[in-house]
């Protein structure tokens, strides 16, 4: 069974730090592309960032570029996502989610998700 499960949020000033982490079982996770993904209350779902199963490959959506960073630690089977100087705007729940596929920001690419965590930017 495939498990996804996000931690590292919270709340936090406008300007400030998170780091998120998504720990991956039940699945062979050095073969899979990694995205982060996030739904802010009443829209829908948005690509955040992604990368290749080997992390040599990145790729953010314009409005986080310079400001998250994504990583992946294969031996730990676990992908974070760095971010710095929030914004109010980056409220949302963030999910991670694994794709058989190359690098996508398209949501039916992925297979599996997790069950998200809140991150709440505050001014």
């Known amino acids: 069974q495939v498990q996804l499960v996000e931690s590292g949020g919270g709340l936090v000033q406008a300007g400030g730090s998170l780091r998120l982490s998504c720990a991956a079982s039940?699945?062979?996770?050095?073969?899979?592309?990694m995205g982060w993904f996030r739904q802010a209350s009443g829209k829908e779902r948005e690509f955040v960032a992604a990368?290749?199963?080997?992390?040599?490959?990145?790729y953010y959506t314009d409005s986080v570029k310079g400001r998250f960073t994504i990583s992946r630690d294969n031996a730990k089977n676990t992908v974070y996502l760095q971010m710095n100087s929030l914004k109010l705007e980056d409220t949302a729940v963030y999910y991670c989610?694994?794709?058989?596929?190359?690098?996508?920001?398209?949501?039916?690419?992925?297979?599996?998700w997790g069950q998200g965590t809140q991150v709440t930017v505050s001014s």
């Open positions: 989610a694994a794709a058989v596929s190359r690098i996508t920001n398209i949501p039916a690419g992925y297979a599996y």
């Open positions: 990368i290749s199963w080997s992390g040599g490959g990145t």
């Open positions: 039940g699945l062979t996770f050095s073969s899979y592309t």
